[in-house]
């Protein structure tokens, strides 16, 4: 169960209004890098956690501790937009045309939509989208997902920190920039704690090695026809130990080992054209075997 | 620029076609675990890739591979249909009310829209979505993404490869296993080529630590009120040096440090209901304000 | 800032785990009658209310208890999961065609994508979205909007209800839908304490009445061409005082009152065919005024 | 079945043309508020309507009503686009960048995708989305959803008013602020005939309220921790008869009184990581278990 | 302006309702290549039309003719769930697993959301998506988007008509498969009004061809590295007079002209990794660069 | 199987780079005109192919060179974007309101997800939809969605060729102009191949002609209720033979031969209101119904 207290993990704090600040920090709020993501992703992991406890325990604080950032970024947004509408009104009222790009940057349904608040949605007003919520149920994919949320989570916010001389801003966004840092460090933590790569890799670890085709478990494999201008097979992946400890990396050309598809003639209920009623292997004649078809009925 | 030889990379058998399976290997294609994302997403990071040319060299060579993957699937997903629609309209014409339910684990796009074919798709037909495509133009933060989309894409098919009998798309999946395990060894020996988490973290590292709220950086917020049940400070995360080697983790109890939020009064323009038009601070009498405002006009 | 306490506000209890209820189940966790949309709904309306702080104090409070409500229904969806996936593993092995059909009601990404766990998406394995937060900023219109989403949701409890006979399932819906029915009550009591129709209504009330085309703000107009076949004008909505007290409800025959609609002719940087460019009011050769556009190349 | 004069329904016309309101407009044609979506909902909720039948007769008239709408905003918004392109070209050729910024404010597919001319999305571009039409089959709670689109709708139209001086946008949409008030209007006179909120509350009033958890039936219940700076409890949801008249209100101090959830161990074959694969009550070892797994394989 | 006279197109009646064959349908009503896409795709097409008139009034015939099928088709689906409510209850309360298989082809949505009526989605429960909207404003261009429109539409009905044998449903679906028939012949009527391919392509046709690279607008470019196994360049678009008579197809083999790409350094204001920072040209070492960044902070 | 050869199929220079321009280009790249969409369609229509072989072979070349067009128009974005966060940065801190416009016309994701990269969605940042691939199985059908999708894509190509004055841009857009023409008469050349309109229509053509309302196959139906302002008779589509040889051309005026639909009582489990409860086809009171069912539980 949930409480709440009414206030803001962290001041936020707007000297000078900006309603083109506001759209970039709808990013952050309903984006695929945003608040809303990470919030519901820990909180799913957390409620389908199988175990040890513990995880589930940890993941429950910081998809609670996400709720408070979702609130300080709306509470952001609300505090851009203020004075913006009547602001629009005299400069759609302008003459000059260039008055009018005033316009531009802005989200028009914080004004449309929300009456001056924050939306569930992106820097772009695509809406939140649930399919970002990710949760395998494997614990080492998911820690995975979950540092590659922080560090994009993080990217974004010195992005938005760039973009932004508004002290307050600056001061909310380096709040959030060291609470990514950390949950970066967190969920490696688990990484760690659980072993590390070599226990870890290959995910998921309980698939027997031996069931996959181990041929082509440790191989880069080329597809490039243009090898001379390619600096492909000079890094760390192409040769020496692999990362999890358990094969040596190699190079294999690209080259095909199946054969080319041959689908069987298409079904005569599936409605194709007659002129495709044919084998495909043999290509024999496919007015029979539509004709066929057409009179049997 | 791109080539083709109509083969398949490995070969794809389907011994007992299946048309639920099929519904199955469509979240291989189509879903956020499946080879179109990882594909454009690889593809994407070189396209958009500014150095060092080793890296962009790299992900082009996996990305094309992946292609071949999509390839793979969406013969497997067009073997499994064979002989399908047939047998279900002999399934529909029966009396049975059993034997209709065969249709159950069906996409019934597999037949209204595609004829007995692979769709872009996940396996509840969802569409796939342009959005899962994660290119941040951070290396780190793209390499963590690309770990987690090989780690999710294979726990995909180990659970796909417990959920079929057919020796041939067992036999596929287990190179797709393989290709799976790879592609996690060579997205972590590029954070290991870059120095490991001492460099990297915390994620951008170009951003200077002095200028985020470094007492927050290294710190587990709790966000719970019955600590005594939990075991979410018990972990590595919660103390001994950071996994980025720049700080301590310690906890902290989560507790408000800002203000409780109070936006201006409503902009009369935005129209919300007149009884909302007050000073949010001081709640003084709202009526009078729209009061104006509407005489105003 | 926002807290938990690990412990669900209603004891979830699943006495026969029944995956194909698991699926039926997110329809209230992640679809457009869910609990997610009333959790985030009620939330960015507090965040963004601009007064009284008595509503946002109050939005506060129930958009706080409707994560409970989620964390709930996740809970009882993995407890549904539970055993499924060795079940599933025997039926897709079977030679019986009737059972494979098992498969059949079951949400795929249940096993493929979560492990046995919730997703953020409904019952077809939709995705959440965004759009469906609704907040305008006008209180009495959003007061609508959580009415109808907690009816919405009362009634989708009620179905799910009759759908199952686990008496644990059924006590928890039993809770939920208990909890609807006071929220459908809370959010017309703030519409009852705003003075109700009279004063809320038409909303937005802070418009001019006068700046509308007054004529046309009580008239029930008909489109129905066949009228004696219709009972549409017997009703309350026909004749007698508007709800909100300031018209009287009257019935107008539908009729145009605008012209039909003449559009400048085809801007040529458009690219329209060559023989679309002709002025739509005279359908004059446009032949000679594309000539002059590609010749003026 | 449906006919049309080719006519409007109120005149449209557009003084002087303005890419950047054509592009506000759209949210009314396209969006969550816009006329796509109450156009398809009353008449879904007429197609479905399963009596009495003066309802669905009704939905009907306004159903059809609504296509006049959208008629009318595409034909705003393609007015509004007329001489749009050429000035586009103009600009983007100059060499003040301050002069390129005039494509800010604008849909830049109304030129790219449609020709000038209207689109089927909202006024970020973000397609109209089948999941807003509502029909649930219970007319109380469709009523309620009604009246909320009309509501919301008609916040939108004032807002689009403010935004625009053009005389024949203002008439245009003095026309549809009308209408909408009309609409309220309408849905609650059918709420009223109906009985009004004591017979139609709660929604669905066909579940024996005896089979609801009737304790929490009429309990405003908190979850603030910092009881003494808000004022939640002081409304009239917080005690005297509820709307219903079927009970009282009354304040409830939120607390749980479900268990801590302990889901069981991870099922193998789901192929979590090892190292989950434990049992979730009492973290014994999970070595054990796992390995039984991989080495039974 | 729309009217409706309350009465079907054509005669619906379903003899014996089946749930599975209502999800079937509502591929036909909200799926891609359903009547909501269609109806609406031509009203818009009229709507944002400029000339020749004779077109906007012969799509407005059309598209209003549409409305009448979805009309149909969603009548058509509340009518095949009539009696299936009841029918499930009993279906899940039953033992045998098998029983509850039943509930596998159905949309649960039809009964969870809908209360036993149509929705706004397709077979799978995916929402209808206003993307789907072709209007381009290029009459040719959208000439073909109604064809293809037309034909995957006439294409989903017989496929449908394979699938069930129930007279009512053989009967209704044997007029839309004859209307969608016209509709074909309709749009291509139209294209060879306006002069036929010869005339029509390269669509657009307004773009002067002297402004491509015409060496390339008629060479079938090949991408296979394996032609010998390859029957692509045995058609009739490798060879001979093209189709719009205004060159000769001819073959070419694929081969890059462009560069290998190189893009500038990363911005350090995007805050990529610092070990990005680097000159992509000539690598040079980035530590300086990034440095510099750092420090000059 | 797939290669590459890291070379660009045509040169892409940008000589001014333009942030506005890039915005455009996303909607070549990610729009549903775009080349991701005819990429995936024509590699999925080969890899569903069932014959003839040389359908397939074509469709897998055309689909590999498609590739390269993404790739081209991703680096044109990621060139027109190069120096564009700097200048923004100083913009932003400017103090002339008017300079803060320049965000206008950008896609903030750039900067923001993509650190000057290129995206997978629209000129909106609408996100890729899977359900723009288009592969029925009818290989007449998805040849007439393939002239289209090149139709579309060239009316979009020459949109962008107008909007631009950077002769880089023109350039490379010359080419993909001349390609689209190429495409165009391809697919074209396909359907001449298989007999032309004769031949191929209706589509599909494998349904025998006997079985649908032959009646109604060739007509004209209109929908209008004032015919003497329409045109809409007076084309091609309304006398002479029909296109596909096999019908004439005639005019009906719409009626209805269809009922006025009259569902069965809403089912109680359903729960409706009480209020609803009835038989829609004689109004009988609802209330006995009701009451029935609910002392029955």
Redesign the interface.
């Known amino acids: 169960?949930?409480?709440?207290?009414?206030?803001?993990?962290?001041?936020?704090r707007v000297d000078k209004p900006?309603p083109?600040?506001a759209?970039?920090l709808q990013?952050a709020i309903?984006?695929?890098?945003g608040e809303?993501r990470v919030c519901?992703q820990y909180?799913?992991q957390a409620?389908?956690?199988?175990?040890?406890?513990?995880?589930?325990?940890?993941l429950?604080?910081?998809g609670?501790?996400e709720?408070?950032h979702?609130?300080?970024l709306?509470?952001a947004v609300?505090?851009n937009l203020?004075?913006s509408?009547?602001a629009?009104?005299e400069e759609?009222?302008a003459a000059n045309?260039?008055?009018?790009?005033?316009?531009?940057?802005?989200?028009?349904?914080h004004?449309?939509?929300?009456?001056?608040?924050?939306?569930?949605?992106?820097?772009?007003?695509?809406?939140?989208?649930?399919?970002?919520?990710?949760?395998?149920?494997?614990?080492?994919?998911d820690m995975?997902?979950n540092?590659?949320a922080?560090?994009?989570g993080?990217?974004?916010a010195?992005?938005?920190?760039?973009?932004?001389?508004d002290p307050g801003m600056k001061?909310m966004l380096?709040?959030l920039?060291?609470?990514?840092?950390?949950h970066?460090?967190?969920w490696?933590?688990?990484l760690?704690?659980?072993?590390g790569?070599a226990?870890?890799?290959?995910?998921?670890?309980?698939?027997?090695g031996a069931?996959?085709?181990?041929?082509?478990?440790?191989?880069?494999?080329?597809?490039?026809?243009?090898k001379q201008?390619?600096?492909?097979t000079?890094?760390?992946?192409a040769s020496g130990p692999?990362?999890?400890g358990k094969?040596q990396?190699n190079i294999r050309e690209?080259?095909?080992?199946?054969?080319?598809?041959?689908?069987?003639?298409?079904?005569?209920?599936?409605?194709?054209?007659?002129?495709?009623?044919?084998?495909?292997a043999d290509?024999k004649s496919?007015l029979e075997q539509?004709k066929d078809?057409?009179t049997g009925?």
Chains 1, 2, 3, 4, 5, 6 share one sequence.
């Open positions: 169960m949930f409480y709440h207290d009414g206030k803001l993990q962290y001041p936020v900006n083109q600040f759209k970039l990013q309903g984006g695929v890098e809303i519901l909180l799913f409620w389908n956690s199988r175990g040890p406890k513990k995880y589930r325990d940890m429950l604080e910081t609670t501790e709720i408070a979702i609130e300080m709306a509470t609300a505090l203020e004075g509408s009547m629009l009104k759609m009222a045309p260039m008055v009018e790009a005033v316009m531009g940057g802005r989200d028009p349904r004004i449309l939509s929300a009456g001056l608040g924050a939306l569930a949605s992106d820097s772009n007003g695509v809406p939140f989208n649930g399919s970002w919520i990710i949760g395998t149920g494997n614990i080492a994919s995975y997902a540092v590659h922080e560090a994009s993080r990217v974004l010195t992005r938005l920190y760039e973009l932004t001389d001061d380096a709040f920039i060291a609470r990514d840092a950390m970066q460090n967190q490696l933590a688990v760690e704690e659980l072993g790569p226990v870890n890799l290959p995910i998921p670890n309980s698939f027997p069931s996959q085709v181990e041929d082509f478990a440790y191989s880069f494999v080329t597809t490039s026809i243009n201008d390619s600096l492909s000079t890094g760390r992946w692999s990362i999890d094969g990396f690209g080259a095909p080992m199946g054969q080319e598809p041959a689908l069987k003639a298409t079904d005569p209920t599936t409605h194709a054209q007659q002129q495709q009623m044919t084998d495909a290509d496919f539509a078809f057409i009925q």
